[in-house]
């Protein structure tokens, strides 16, 4: 019986692998620009760590979780997110006594148990920045702006930037209250989900994705009503930051990040057009999170990307996908393999993007595979190049020919590359 690969997962190939590297250039490219630097943190990580760390009133905890029990009995969850195993990185390796801010990027694969459909998978890949050790406004907008800067230089320029503030412990907790007493006498036409979890975390039912629950509560008090001075400050400041930095946003009162140790800055960004699951990223302050891990009281700010979904916003990848090689070395006949590997070779050695066929292709079909991994030039080797010492190179765009010498051979294709 054929095996295949588990439902919500799939195999990246050539040529879309380009894509991903094209991608991950620009991301790592990006970060160190704005002095973030990688951390790798373990695939999968105590399962208490996401119940603490993710929260346990959410989805991703209560439902999507991919949480085994290995062979000493421990029980351990696939990463569904990164942001609490770089917390975890920071209190175990005592970072918050170092120099900070301390200021970080991942990349890598995520897993939820979620229905796949489009931009959705089981196995997905993020990319994430966390900045902690500061509480500056500053730094929320600088961690916008290198999301946006991210953005741009892929050349999305239909995104949406949502903008909201959740307040303090002190200032959500009034909000709490205020907001279980608007939802009550209405708890009857929440969804199941809402209905059970208001009482505990009444502003996931602000964030729910069912629409009667927004009908049911419509009208509803907001956040920003009952922010603190404090924290209605720290929210003028970043958006005054974003302002002056020409980043555009949008003030959306729905949008909460339901859990305790999320304060202040929340933010998503939204593509729209490439499907149902149109957020492409979100992210925002979680002052309580590395005390939640067990750490002293160190604030941080970061977000992550669905690089699946920037993948499925960006279609202008022909152009990348051609430049496999740059020269193709086509041996005419087949007692001349072992020159055109040579040539091959030192072409490479000379770092020098180069292919050849090893299946005995006829030349027409050389010329053509040569086409097809978008070789600019081509070397020539039959009998008449083989017996006078020199090589033939065919410039596949203007299709001239010209005899080179194996002697300057490296140095011709150098210069005619640089000039294509
Ligand atoms: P979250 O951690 O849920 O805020 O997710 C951050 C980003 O990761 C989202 O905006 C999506 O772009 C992406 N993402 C989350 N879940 C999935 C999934 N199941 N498949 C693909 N991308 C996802």
Not at 59 to 66: A, C, F, P, R, S
Not at 352 to 373: E, F, H, N, V
């Amino acid at each position: 019986m054929q095996v295949k690969a588990p439902r919500g997962t799939y195999d990246i190939l050539p040529p879309d692998s380009s894509k991903w590297h094209y991608l991950e250039k620009i991301l790592r490219e990006t970060a160190a620009l704005f002095g973030y630097r990688e951390i790798r943190t373990p695939v999968f990580e105590h399962t208490e760590l996401f119940e603490r760390g993710v929260g346990e009133s959410t989805d991703i905890v209560n439902k999507e979780m991919y949480t085994f029990i290995d062979k000493s009995e421990r029980s351990l969850t696939l990463r569904p997110e990164g942001t609490a195993s770089c917390a975890r990185a920071l209190v175990e390796h005592s970072l918050y006594n170092g120099l900070l801010p301390v200021k970080w990027y991942y990349i890598g694969p995520m897993f939820r148990y979620d229905r796949p459909e489009t931009g959705r998978f089981r196995q997905f890949h993020q990319f994430g920045v966390e900045a902690f050790g500061s509480n500056s406004p500053y730094i929320d907008a600088e961690v916008i702006i290198l999301l946006v800067e991210i953005l741009n230089k892929l050349g999305l320029k239909n995104y949406e930037l949502h903008l909201n503030s959740v307040g303090c412990s002190v200032c959500r907790k009034e909000y709490r209250e205020k907001l279980i007493s608007y939802i009550t006498p209405v708890k009857d036409r929440l969804c199941p989900d809402c209905r059970s979890r208001y009482q505990k975390n009444p502003l996931r039912v602000l964030d729910c994705k069912n629409e009667a629950c927004h009908q049911a509560i419509a009208g509803y008090p907001t956040i920003y009503d009952s922010l603190c001075d404090e924290c209605r400050e720290h929210y003028a400041s970043v958006r005054k930051a974003l302002d002056d930095n020409g980043v555009s946003y949008k003030h959306d009162d729905n949008l909460v990040r339901g859990l305790d140790y999320y304060t202040n800055t929340a933010f998503e960004v939204h593509i729209p057009g490439i499907g149902a699951q149109s957020a492409v990223g979100g992210g925002g302050r979680y002052n309580g999170l590395v005390k939640e891990c067990g750490g002293p009281d160190v604030p941080g700010i970061g977000f992550a990307l669905g690089m699946e979904r920037l993948l499925l916003a960006l279609d202008n990848f022909d152009d990348l996908n051609k430049r496999m090689t740059d020269v193709f070395v086509a041996v005419m006949e087949g007692q001349y393999e072992d020159i055109g590997v040579k040539i091959l070779t030192d072409l490479r050695r000379a770092g020098i993007r180069a292919d050849k066929d090893y299946t005995g292709k006829s030349p027409k079909a050389q010329m053509k595979y040569a086409d097809k991994l978008g070789a600019k030039l081509v070397i020539l080797l039959g009998e008449d190049e083989v017996k006078n010492r020199f090589l033939t190179v065919r410039n596949m765009k203007t299709k001239e020919q010209v005899k080179v010498g194996h002697d300057e051979i490296i140095d011709f294709i150098k210069r005619e590359l640089e000039v294509s």
